[in-house]
């Protein structure tokens, strides 16, 4: 399912990313690989604030839904 259904506080695994190759190797240099552990901290005006290998990043929502969790 897409990372932004699993909800606010929810971790979930990145199985693949979707979409273009630029936007893959984009997401892939923020550190959206295939295994890492994600989760959502927050929703902010169409924006995700997504945790990640200790990190957070904000990406729109059109990009989070590439990004396919388990």
């Given at each position: 399912m897409?990372?932004?259904?699993?909800?606010v506080?929810?971790q979930g695994?990145?199985?693949?990313?979707?979409?273009?190759?630029e936007t893959r190797?984009?997401l892939e240099?923020?550190?959206f690989?295939?295994?890492?552990?994600?989760a959502i901290v927050?929703?902010i005006?169409?924006?995700v604030i997504?945790d990640?290998?200790?990190?957070r990043?904000?990406?729109?929502?059109?990009?989070a839904?590439k990004?396919?969790?388990?």
């Amino acid at each position: 399912m897409p990372l932004t259904m699993i909800g606010v506080g929810t971790q979930g695994v990145i199985q693949k990313i979707q979409g273009k190759e630029e936007t893959r190797k984009f997401l892939e240099s923020l550190g959206f690989v295939p295994g890492s552990t994600v989760a959502i901290v927050t929703e902010i005006g169409g924006n995700v604030i997504v945790d990640i290998k200790a990190s957070r990043v904000a990406i729109g929502r059109d990009m989070a839904n590439k990004i396919i969790v388990v």
